[in-house]
C-alpha cells in the first residue's frame, strides 16, 4: 500500500486537562510514524499545557511542539497558530484536530480512502455524554453531520469541522494559506470555503472508523454563541436551519394560545421523524445507546436553540480559550 506524507496540526491553549488524552490516541495511530509529521502550537497557555507535551515527546519525536508567540498577516488566535504550523508541514496532506479531541487508529487511513480525489475532507465527532444535556449534544451533532452528509452527496457545500478535517497540502496553499484566508472566529470553515472556491473537490465522510471523540463544552453558550456569530458573519448555508430552529419555540407558543392541538401536533410528527432517523443514523455510527434520548432531545432543539439566539443577540463580547473578539 502506497503511504502519503500526513502532518497533523493542532492548535492547544490551556488544554493540561485535555491533552493528554489527544497524545495518547495520537501514538495510537496505525499510520507509519516515518511518514507522519505531528505539529502541536503552543498558543501561549498559561497552564502546563506545554510541559505535558514536551515530556511525552521526547520519546516520540514525530510529535513536535512549536511554541506560538508572534501573529502573522494580523491574525488572531487559532487562526495565527495554524498558518505558523502550515509553513512547517512538510505532508502531502494536512489533518487538523483539535487539543481536547481522541481520535481513533486508523483515522489517517480511512480519511485518505475517502478522498476521492477531494481537496477537503470532513469527518464525523462524538460527543461524550453521561446525561440526557451531553446525549442531546452528542445526537445535535449527528443530525448536523447527517444533513452535511447529504449535501455533500447533491454536491452543496457545507461547512469545514476543524477537529476533524482534512485538507490536499496543495489545495490550502493554492488558497494563499490562513496569511490570505484572513481572520475568522470560525477558521475551520473559512479554510474548508476558501479551498472549494479554488475548485478543489470536497467530501463527507459518515462512518465510525472516522470518528474523533470530543468532551462536551464547558461553557455551551460561549461556544454557541462563537457558532452563530460565524455562521451568521460567514453566511453559511447551515445557519438557515439553525435560525429557523431558534424562532420556532416562540412561534409555537404564541400559536398555543390559539390552539395547544397545532403545537403538539407539530412536536409529535417531530418527535416521530427524529425517532426513525436517529434509528438510521445510530445504527451506521454504532450508538443506538443514544435512542433513548431522542425524546429529550426533540424538546431540547426548541429551548435550547431559542436559548442560543438569545445568548447571540445578548450584548456580551465573544470569549473563547479565555480571549475576546
Excluded at 499510520?31 to 505535558?52: E, M, R, V, W
Excluded at 469545514?160 to 478535517?165: A, E, T
Excluded at 457558532?227 to 409555537?252: C, D, N
Amino acid at each position: 500500500m502506497f503511504y502519503p506524507s500526513v502532518s497533523i496540526l493542532i492548535a492547544a491553549r490551556n488544554e493540561e486537562n485535555n491533552i493528554f488524552d489527544l497524545l495518547r490516541s495520537l501514538n495510537q495511530l496505525t499510520y507509519p510514524k516515518d511518514k507522519l509529521q505531528i505539529l502541536i502550537g503552543n498558543d501561549a497557555s498559561s497552564d502546563k499545557t506545554a510541559a505535558i507535551i514536551q515530556d511525552f515527546v521526547v520519546e516520540n519525536p514525530y510529535i513536535q511542539l512549536i511554541n506560538i508567540e508572534e501573529k502573522v498577516a494580523e491574525l488572531q488566535g487559532k487562526s495565527n497558530v495554524l498558518a505558523q504550523l502550515a509553513h512547517l508541514a512538510k505532508g502531502e496532506y494536512f489533518f487538523f484536530t483539535d487539543a481536547d479531541i481522541e481520535v481513533p487508529k486508523r483515522w489517517i487511513e480511512e480519511m485518505l480512502d475517502a478522498t476521492k480525489d477531494a481537496g477537503v475532507v470532513v469527518g464525523i465527532t462524538l460527543v461524550k455524554n453521561k446525561n440526557w444535556f451531553e446525549a442531546c449534544q452528542a445526537i445535535e451533532w449527528f443530525f448536523a453531520l447527517y444533513l452535511m452528509k447529504r449535501m455533500t452527496e447533491f454536491k452543496i457545500p457545507s461547512t469545514g469541522m476543524g477537529n476533524n478535517m482534512m485538507v490536499l497540502a496543495e489545495a490550502y496553499r493554492a488558497t494563499g494559506g490562513y496569511e490570505k484566508i484572513g481572520f475568522s472566529i470560525v477558521e475551520d470553515y473559512a479554510l474548508y470555503k476558501a479551498v472549494i472556491d479554488c475548485k478543489y473537490g470536497f467530501y463527507q465522510v459518515f462512518k465510525p472508523s472516522v470518528m474523533t471523540v470530543t468532551k462536551p463544552p464547558e461553557n455551551y453558550f460561549e461556544q454557541r454563541k462563537r457558532w452563530v456569530s460565524g455562521g451568521i458573519s460567514t453566511r453559511s448555508i447551515l445557519i438557515i436551519p439553525a435560525l429557523i430552529q431558534g424562532f420556532l419555540l416562540p412561534i409555537l407558543l404564541i400559536i398555543s394560545f390559539y390552539s395547544w392541538k397545532i403545537p403538539l401536533s407539530i412536536f409529535m410528527i417531530n418527535l416521530i421523524a427524529n425517532l426513525f432517523l436517529g434509528n438510521q443514523i445510530f445504527k451506521v455510527l454504532e450508538q443506538k445507546s443514544l435512542l433513548k434520548y431522542i425524546p429529550a432531545y426533540t424538546l431540547y432543539m426548541y429551548v435550547f436553540w431559542f436559548l442560543q439566539l438569545i445568548a447571540y443577540i445578548l450584548p456580551t463580547k465573544l470569549v473563547w480559550k479565555g480571549r475576546y473578539y
